[in-house]
């Protein structure tokens, strides 16, 4: 299983970026497919899931300014971050867990006020 997760960098408050992860090795249609975001000396964070019926469960924080979505063809899930605000800087993951728990490598979003 191989995750690989793309789109982070550096945007000012109340901007927008989007997440990328595309997935290899796995029945991608069938699985569950999370973002999870940590910051130093916290733990990791779940911020959004969707399931394969396409059912969206977020994080209160982030309600109404991120959508989870994905593309069973293309193997790829999305975060997309709107009105962006420097307490959602972090290294965000994707996540699937199949017997186990797999990650991608992470990509940092950074917000500046």
């Known amino acids: 299983v191989q995750l690989q997760a793309s789109g982070g960098g550096l945007v000012q408050a109340g901007g927008s970026l989007r997440l990328s992860c595309k997935a290899s090795?796995?029945?991608?249609?069938?699985?569950?497919m999370d973002w999870y975001r940590q910051t130093p000396g916290k733990q990791r964070e779940l911020v959004a899931s969707?399931?394969?019926?396409?059912?969206?469960n977020y994080v209160d924080t982030v309600k109404g300014r991120f959508t989870i979505s994905r593309d069973n063809v293309r193997r790829t899930t999305y975060l997309q971050m709107n009105n962006l605000k420097p307490e959602d800087t972090a290294i965000y993951y994707c996540?699937?867990?199949?017997?186990?728990?797999?990650w991608g490598q992470g990509t940092q979003v950074t917000v500046s006020s």
């Open positions: 969707i399931r394969s019926s396409g059912e969206q």
């Open positions: 090795g796995i029945m991608f249609s069938l699985n569950t």
């Open positions: 996540h699937v867990f199949l017997h186990r728990d797999y």
